[in-house]
């Protein structure tokens, strides 16, 4: 039985790929399932994924509790459709081709559950945005 190649791989990319990254691929693996892949890295990785941002999402069906922060590799940025940077500043390589946006986030590291929900929200309304806009290309 074939596979079908995704329509697009798009890679989320903040400092430390605990917080807004994971929700982000977080909210594209629950919204887009395989039509399209999801990456997601940080240029200085923590440890661990915020708790309050795995909170946040829990509360939205998003479950990111098993992911693990993973470094940026130039590998990951050549391999993708999309990089969606998030407060990395220079550190995400650039190659021609690629889609390149920046989406300007208030960090929630170090902040609770309630004050990580607007960002979990803008986040989801921009990741919807995006399916739209890739699904919108397809057809076109």
């Not at 993708?80 to 650039?94: E, F, H, K, L, R």
Request: proline content about 6%; hydrophobic content about 45%.
């Amino acid at each position: 039985m074939p596979t079908s190649r995704p329509l697009a791989s798009v890679l989320f990319v903040c400092v430390h790929n605990a917080g807004r990254s994971q929700m982000a691929a977080g909210f594209l693996q629950h919204l887009a399932g395989d039509r399209i892949e999801v990456r997601s890295a940080g240029s200085l990785p923590a440890d661990r994924v915020n708790p309050a941002a795995v909170e946040a999402m829990k509360e939205v069906g998003v479950d990111i509790a098993a992911q693990q922060p993973k470094v940026l590799t130039t590998e990951a940025v050549q391999a993708s459709d999309y990089v969606i940077t998030m407060g990395c500043g220079d550190a995400c390589p650039v190659f021609p081709g690629k889609r390149y946006l920046d989406w300007a986030l208030e960090d929630p590291a170090g902040k609770g559950v309630e004050a990580v929900r607007p960002i979990r929200d803008e986040i989801g309304r921009r990741v919807e945005a995006l399916v739209a806009e890739i699904d919108a290309q397809r057809e076109a």
